[in-house]
């Protein structure tokens, strides 16, 4: 079973509604909406307060309708269409997060590219899930609250991604449609049990823009920041010990 840090323990959890991140979020924010970002723009902060940018790429994995395309949106601050468009092929969005380590106050933007690919165009063209593999650092698995079948497969779908060392974190969707759920919160917590991943909630309106998606982006920020730590400790580990055969 993967080592998951405890919520809170890396990362500043609810940064966003503390006085000394307003510099950093205004940056990612245009008149109190989220700010969208292309592929080559960044935040500017000035330069006093220059922070160091750390680059991921993110999955998005999930059968087709379970709401992939709309939570790359969500996560993004982007309003999400009502129906349903099968995405046709890979869809990437790029989202910029503010984050402020706990035991070094250091600051960080993360800046995650959300790889987001229709579930039947996955299944139509073979080259587009190695595109999406490849030096991929998280993937994000969803289930809809209102599909028990996407629940039942989660195993399924985590079984797949036993060989690669990356981050998983799984998302709960539909979270808002209580009157047709579908998923029990006792089977959600008996599999968080099981599988030892964060198991994570979404849904409803988008609103500020920052609330409801600090959940999800602080998580993520945390287990990518940890899986780094733990990629660069144990190559230090191997490099002194290559150094101390080679001595
Ligand atoms: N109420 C509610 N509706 C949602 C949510 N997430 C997605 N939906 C709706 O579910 C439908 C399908 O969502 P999509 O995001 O397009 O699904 P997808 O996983 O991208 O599907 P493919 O591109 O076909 O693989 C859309 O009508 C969304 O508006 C949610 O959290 N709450
Ligand atoms: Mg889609």
């Known amino acids: 079973m993967a080592h998951v840090p405890a919520s809170g323990s890396i990362v500043v959890s609810d940064w966003h509604r503390c006085k000394d991140s307003k510099e950093y979020f205004s940056k990612i924010l245009h008149k109190k909406r989220r700010k969208p970002f292309g592929l080559l723009e960044s935040p500017v902060m ?20 379970v709401g992939k395309t709309a939570l790359a949106a969500r996560l993004a601050g982007l309003s999400t269409p009502n129906l349903h468009y099968e995405t046709t092929g890979i869809e990437t969005t790029v989202v910029f997060w503010p984050v402020k380590l706990r035991e070094s106050g250091r600051v960080l933007f993360f800046r995650l590219q959300l790889w987001d690919c229709g579930e039947n165009a996955l299944r139509r063209f073979d080259h587009l899930l190695p595109s999406c593999k490849e030096q991929v650092d998280a993937v994000l698995l969803l289930f809809s609250f209102t599909d028990r079948t996407s629940f039942e497969d989660l195993s399924n779908q985590i079984a ?88």
């Open 46 to 65: 000035p330069p006093h307060a220059a922070v160091d940018t750390v680059h991921y790429k993110i999955f998005i994995s999930g059968k087709s309708g």
């Open 160 to 247: 797949k991604w036993t060989e690669t060392p990356v981050v998983k974190l799984v998302v709960g969707t539909k979270f808002d449609l209580f009157m047709h759920c579908d998923v029990a919160e006792r089977d959600v917590r008996d599999f968080q049990e099981r599988c030892g991943l964060p198991v994570l909630r979404t849904g409803g309106e988008v609103s500020d823009g920052l609330g409801d998606v600090a959940p999800i982006l602080n998580c993520l920020a945390e287990n990518l920041w940890h899986q780094d730590c733990v990629i660069a400790r144990s190559g230090s580990h191997h490099s002194q010990q290559e150094t101390g055969t080679l001595l």
